[in-house]
């Protein structure tokens, strides 16, 4: 079984930066591509950054140029490191596995519990 837990939300002012962490374990968590989503108060759940087997990216267009995803593999974690933060970033974010590409975000089956981001005018 697969375990994600997110760490590294919270409160910060638009214009600012924010490292989500992802940790990760489990014995088939090597052979998974991960990435992230995020769910705004109201809407549903989006999926804004994939990292693919290859190194390959992906980003929704709304966090293109802001947001950079990342791994450490010999810590077994995922990064999300946002910059320039805006008010509609807000939402609870979520590591999921397997994400590899944006073509495959129906298949997830990992999810972690979330972590909130809340960024203030």
């Known amino acids: 079984q697969v375990q994600l837990v997110e760490s590294g939300g919270g409160s910060v002012q638009t214009g600012g930066s924010l490292r989500l962490s992802c940790a990760a374990s489990?014995?088939?968590?090597?052979?998974?591509?991960m990435g992230w989503f995020r769910q705004p108060p109201g809407k549903e759940r989006e999926a804004i950054a994939a990292?693919?087997?290859?190194?390959?990216?992906t980003y929704a267009s709304s966090v293109k140029g802001r947001f950079t995803i990342s791994k450490d593999s010999a810590k077994n974690t995922l990064y999300l490191q946002m910059d320039n933060l805006k008010p509609e970033d807000t939402a609870m974010y979520y590591c999921?596995?397997?994400?590899?590409?944006?073509?495959?975000?129906?298949?997830?089956?990992?999810w972690g519990q979330g972590t909130q981001v809340t960024v203030s005018t």
């Open positions: 489990g014995v088939m968590y090597a052979t998974y591509c």
């Open positions: 990292l693919d087997s290859d190194g390959s990216t």
């Open positions: 999921a596995a397997p994400f590899c590409n944006f073509g495959y975000k129906d298949y997830v089956v990992y």
